[in-house]
């Protein structure tokens, strides 16, 4: 470790952000970086613990104390070298993720946890800054040919995994530009799209080719791919939201958050949105669904200029702090407030919406909510509810944002024409211990086979996935998984 007394001496900070008065003014990033100090300093509370929980926290298994003491160290090139070992795009992660590193942090237990979150941003962009980055083209080439259909995170991942193995990959993307969510749904002041174009180019000199506006069961034949590759990778992600069918749904003002976010990222870039333009200008706006695409709706509709923001969840209040049914090293389910929350929101829980009301020319003008007596089960998570009577009421509302999940990924199209099976909730059903379909030459990664889930853990499926890729066309893997770089950090 390089300061045993780190943790002892200085405590957690976080980097500055600009005032959110300015910084709903437009929709660049606002994080600061950490002066060198700061960053020495936040590097010397990792203890180096003799079992380092956060390895385990973090999906990807990322050599995280050592990468803590490379930067202590100031040796970037090892920092560089040990952080992308594990993790393809820590740019993304050190942006976006919601850190359950850091909620496995030991020290964590008495004190707030290492800002492994920041350091990990940090080290990638200052390995940007310092020329450390560059394309790894393979010496050799199996002559494999691969097709990977989707450009999200869990896409790019199984793509740059299987072409450092020496395949042959072609990444389809339906979108006008690749990176699926990353860059068709998460806002630009979160994550600015020069931070992916910069990776895109990075894995295009690699050898990776990307075609885009290629939908796949609809201008691109299955038949052609299952005929022309000699693997296919699904990782089209979870993309069918959860609706919310009640009296009014048809009424104009009433859209799913992703229609409302995608929008919005088109703008920034000056690209036609196509359809109805989704604008929160002035208007009352309520969201419903507290999650991550909530809060980005939140910081979104700020930008736009609403009258006023509330988002809206089903469940009751979470705690601020750990209970006994959520003990270290669990993640757990708190209190988050995010810097969307920061700009401004009235944030309501235990809340349900029973009906959408119109104003007679086919418009919104208002929700009917009721409030929700939550049972607590013997594991302390809420059980049944039941509404409260009396509660009722309306409330005044022009634009209403479903940001409540997504159920399972698309089936019209690629997956129906295909025929693989799907599981009990309408996912690719494809095994974690190989990752392949009903299909031998067809793979899922991601949340097409594991359900909606984290960035980090899009990551970690595409990884592992590709190496399932590699043996099932060579025998045996170069590709090393991530059970055998845990392993090799305990020898």
Not at 248 to 275: S, T, Y
Not at 426 to 454: C, H, W
Request: charged share 25%; aromatic share 8%; net charge negative.
């Amino acid at each position: 470790m390089g300061k045993p007394t780190g943790f002892l001496e200085f405590t957690r900070e976080m980097p500055g952000k600009t005032d959110p008065k300015q910084r709903t003014q437009h929709y660049n990033e606002f994080v600061e970086r950490f002066s060198e100090p700061t960053l020495n300093q936040q590097a010397a509370r990792c203890m180096n613990c003799g079992v380092p929980f956060c390895h385990s926290g973090c999906p990807l298994g990322n050599v995280i104390p050592e990468f803590n003491d490379a930067v202590y160290q100031k040796d970037w090139q090892e920092a560089y070298e040990i952080l992308t070992s594990t993790n393809n795009f820590p740019e993304f992660t050190g942006r976006i993720c919601p850190a359950p590193c850091e909620s496995a942090c030991v020290l964590g237990i008495n004190q707030p946890p290492v800002a492994i979150e920041e350091i990990e941003r940090h080290i990638i962009e200052i390995a940007f800054d310092k020329g450390l980055v560059q394309a790894k083209v393979p010496r050799v080439r199996t002559g494999k040919k691969i097709a990977v259909i989707g450009s999200g995170p869990a896409g790019l991942a199984a793509a740059a995994q299987l072409n450092y193995a020496g395949h042959l990959v072609t990444v389809f993307e339906r979108d006008d530009l690749p990176g699926g969510l990353l860059r068709y749904g998460i806002p630009d002041f979160k994550l600015e799209k020069w931070v992916i174009d910069r990776r895109i180019k990075l894995m295009e000199e690699e050898g990776v080719v990307f075609q885009c506006n290629a939908n796949v069961g609809v201008n691109v034949s299955v038949n052609d791919l299952l005929r022309e590759y000699n693997a296919i990778v699904l990782a089209g992600g979870s993309t069918i939201p959860r609706d919310l069918n009640i009296p009014g749904r048809e009424l104009n003002g009433v859209h799913f958050a992703m229609d409302f976010l995608k929008q919005q990222n088109k703008r920034v870039i000056n690209r036609p949105v196509g359809g109805t333009d989704i604008w929160a200008s002035s208007k009352n706006v309520v969201v419903i669904g507290g999650g991550d695409t909530g809060s980005d709706c939140v910081g979104t509709s700020n930008r736009h200029g609403a009258a006023s923001v509330t988002q809206l969840e089903l469940l009751p209040k979470p705690p601020g702090e750990r209970t006994q049914y959520m003990p270290w090293p669990t993640y757990p389910m708190v209190l988050k407030t995010s810097s969307s929350h920061e700009e401004g929101a009235q944030r309501q829980w235990a809340i349900a919406t029973k009906e959408f009301v119109g104003d007679g020319n086919g418009n919104l003008k208002g929700l009917k909510l009721v409030d929700l007596q939550w049972a607590l089960g013997h594991d302390g998570r809420p059980g049944g509810f039941k509404e409260v009577p009396g509660s009722e009421r309306e409330v005044p509302c022009e634009l209403a944002l479903l940001a409540m999940g997504f159920v399972h990924p698309q089936h019209q199209g690629m997956l129906d024409d295909l025929g693989v099976e799907k599981d009990d909730r309408g996912n690719v059903k494809a095994t974690e211990k190989a990752y392949q379909t009903s299909i031998p030459k067809v793979f899922a990664a991601g949340d097409m086979r594991r359900g909606q889930s984290l960035v980090v853990w899009a990551i970690s499926e595409g990884r592992e996935c590709a190496r399932k890729v590699d043996e099932f066309l060579m025998g045996a893997s170069q590709l090393e998984s991530r059970d055998h770089s845990l392993q090799a950090m305990a020898i």
